[in-house]
Every structure is written in structure tokens, then in C-alpha cells.
């Protein structure tokens, strides 16, 4: 009982994270709620790649179903069959939720893709992508007004989706890994781990 108490929990919670990790990842393709950016290919690669729509959006979505729906699985030899499958499920969607945490701390480490003043007139980069042995615009709150002048305000805009991403996804990774030692508990123990027998 206990290890389905837990599986259910897991699952339950990685529904919500996942919906969150792709509600960012969908806002960063849109700086300013505008289409715009997108049209002209003027958005961050890291937010294309859209790993919190597909790694921890999809997968870990995939996972917290099987989660929820094993959770209600009874037999002794159906349950521990069940629990190998878990484990398979479980490393798919901490697969996902630790590529997404990859891309988003990258994402923020870079900076965001804008217009800015270069040598050369205007024109769209990562202006703010810091060279070896210098430190990140992310220290500097002078830069994060003053650098980008299109779309507006886009550096706070892409600190904090990429920041809300790479944390839950950070979850979403101790979720799974607490999942991986839930099922393979229950393959060892059994259905019944958490029931005394009279």
C-alpha cells in the first residue's frame, strides 16, 4: 500500500510540474506576448528547442500517467512486473526533465537573443553571452535594461521562465529518482510492504 500511496503522489505531482514546464517554455517562445518575435525567428534557440514542452512537458507527463494508473494494479506477480515498468518509466521522464534543466540553465547562462547596439548599427544577437573569465549579465542589473532595445524588457522575461523551468525540472528529477527507488522497493517487497499480515 505504501509504495502505491507514493507512486499516486509522484504522479499526481508530476502533472502539475510538467504543465508548468511547458506554460514556460511556451510563454519564452513569445517575448512580450507577442507573436512577432517568433515569426521572425528572433527568439532564444533554447526556447525552440521547446525541451520544456517535450522533455518535461510530454515525457514526464507520459511517466505520471503509468504512475497514477499502476498505483491501482493488484497481484502479487502483476504488481512486480508493474514496478519494472516503473523504473523504465521513471528513467524516461528523468531523461526528459534533466535535458530541459540542461537547456534552461544554458538558456540563462547565455542571455536572451534581442536587437542591440553594435559597432556595426543595430542588429539581433546574444549580446549579453558572457566571454570566458568574465562575469554573467545575470550580476549586472544595469546591463538588463540598457543592452536589449527589442522586445521589451526580454532579459527579465527570459531570467524568469528559464529560471522557473530549470528549477522544476530540478523536481521533476528528484520526483523520478525518488520513483526509481519507490519501484524498485516495491519489486523487492512487493504490493503489500506497508500492510502488516494477520
Request: with cysteine.
Amino acid at each position: 500500500m505504501c509504495v502505491s500511496r507514493c507512486l499516486r503522489c509522484v504522479g499526481v505531482s508530476l502533472v502539475s510540474t510538467a504543465i508548468i514546464c511547458s506554460l514556460a517554455n511556451i510563454l519564452l517562445l513569445f517575448p512580450g506576448l507577442s507573436s512577432r518575435f517568433l515569426l521572425d525567428r528572433h527568439v532564444t534557440s533554447e526556447a525552440t528547442w521547446a525541451t520544456g514542452v517535450w522533455g518535461s512537458g510530454l515525457l514526464v507527463l507520459l511517466g505520471a500517467r503509468s504512475f497514477v494508473q499502476s498505483s491501482k494494479t493488484r497481484g502479487c506477480c502483476a504488481f512486480r512486473s508493474q514496478m519494472l515498468c516503473q523504473v523504465l518509466y521513471s528513467c524516461v521522464s528523468l531523461l526528459g526533465a534533466f535535458i530541459c534543466g540542461v537547456v534552461s540553465a544554458n538558456g540563462l547562462a547565455n542571455g536572451p537573443l534581442c536587437l542591440y547596439n553594435s559597432t556595426h548599427g543595430q542588429t539581433w544577437g546574444v549580446p549579453l553571452k558572457p566571454s570566458p573569465g568574465e562575469w554573467s549579465y545575470l550580476y549586472n542589473r544595469t546591463l538588463w535594461s540598457t543592452v536589449c532595445l527589442e522586445p521589451q524588457n526580454v532579459v527579465q522575461w527570459n531570467m524568469v521562465l528559464f529560471s522557473v523551468m530549470g528549477s522544476v525540472s530540478g523536481l521533476q528529477v528528484l520526483l523520478c529518482v525518488a520513483n526509481v527507488l519507490n519501484s524498485l522497493l516495491g519489486m523487492i517487497l512487493g504490493h503489500g510492504s506497508g500492510q502488516t499480515k494477520v
